[in-house]
């Protein structure tokens, strides 16, 4: 192979412009080059000899990593490494890096306006004034925040990140994270998903989609929780049950839920999701500034400079045994 290295960006759609990641991989004589789409047909079609690939929600699965030999590291553009078959990339030496850190004020700060609109009741008072209901009371009766147990699952950067923005809020804030390397001092730790949920008005998740956090919020978890709380995911959608949700919503037993992320992106448009009064949604937008998502996908750029010049990117999720010279 003569002329530049190449790199392969696997989400064509996912920008307006890819002129960051032209730029920055041009200045280290690399070369992008896009799909026609993010399918696996059109992804092998112009990558069989690219070096490495920049991720964003394509599915990468072993088709993908086998059919591309030359494929050293896989790049996120993100901090969960759920759309990729982890265990293909492992016995193949592919390398997988991540972005973590750009978005963390982020998701904490639209998890935390997610979780004041529901206790405020916000989106249901929006509804009833749009539909000629003028009554404070109407969505149900409101409590001090000051008052309220928030629970957080997941401890990591974002959740302590969000921990810290509520502290001065609420009354209490409890927290569940099995692995976490640091716990703020004024969270009270559990030691079980139900612990957390039966002490808290409003839960919100931050852990990452792994086989055991798959469905972990479900009829049996939801029913612990204490009557007319409130759900907000800004996670990956696959933790919660949805269908478990919906019933606990509709027989009353939870007050709200605000989701950020769903199992399916977007939902089918005949969704109960869609049209339910006591459910506010956003697409999976929590990530989203122009600051963090420049910052994104400059590190996800970044990784892969590095692990050509190094033989190791900024930020390992997994460590692989291909280097770029590997032909």
């Known amino acids: ?29 690399l070369e992008l080059v896009l799909p026609t789409d993010s399918s696996p047909d059109s992804i092998l079609a ?11 929600n394509a599915p990468i699965d072993r088709q993908v990593i086998e059919g591309l030999p030359a494929v050293g590291l896989l ?29 963390t004020t982020e998701v904490a700060t639209h998890a935390l306006a997610m979780t004041l609109s529901l206790i405020r009741h916000l989106p249901f008072y929006d ?20 008052s309220l147990t928030l629970g957080i699952a997941g401890l990591g950067a974002i959740g302590r990140t969000l921990a810290n923005y509520a502290e001065p809020i609420f009354g209490s804030i409890h927290g569940y994270d099995p ?5 703020p001092e004024h969270v009270e730790r559990h030691d079980s998903i139900g612990s957390l949920l039966a002490v808290s008005d409003a839960v919100s998740l931050h852990l990452p989609l792994t086989p055991q956090t ?17 759900v907000v995911n800004a996670a990956r959608g696959s933790i919660v049950d949805i269908d478990a949700l919906l019933e606990a919503l509709n027989s009353g037993h939870l007050g709200g839920a605000a989701l950020d992320v769903l199992p399916q992106e ?24 122009r600051e963090a998502n420049e910052g ?32």
């Not at 920008?15 to 032209?22: G, I, N, T």
């Not at 692995?179 to 716990?183: F, G, I, L, M, T």
């Not at 109960?272 to 929590?286: K, T």
């Open 127 to 146: 509804r009833e004034v749009r539909s000629g209901i003028w009554n404070e009371v109407g969505p149900g009766i409101l409590r001090r925040p000051g």
């Open 214 to 230: 798959e469905g972990l919020i479900n009829a049996e978890t939801i029913a612990a929780m204490r009557p007319g709380s409130y």
């Open 179 to 183: 692995y976490a390397s640091e716990w």
């Open 75 to 103: 790049s996120c553009s993100a901090v969960g490494t759920d759309n990729i078959d982890n265990a293909a990339a492992a016995e193949n030496g592919v390398w997988i890096s991540n972005t973590p850190g750009e978005n």
């Open 1 to 29: 192979m003569t002329g530049p290295l190449r790199v392969v960006h696997t989400d064509p759609s996912a920008m307006p412009d890819f002129e960051l990641e032209h730029r920055l991989l041009a200045a280290a004589g």
């Open 46 to 56: 112009v990558a069989r000899d690219a070096i490495a690939a920049i991720l964003y």
């Open 266 to 289: 977007p939902p089918p448009t005949d969704h109960p999701l869609l049209s339910h009064p006591r459910v506010m949604l956003s697409p999976h937008a929590g990530y989203y500034s």
């Open 296 to 327: 994104v996908r400059a590190t996800a750029v970044q990784n892969i400079i590095s692990w050509v010049e190094t033989g190791r990117p900024i930020h390992t999720v997994l460590e692989g045994t291909r280097s770029a010279n590997r032909r």
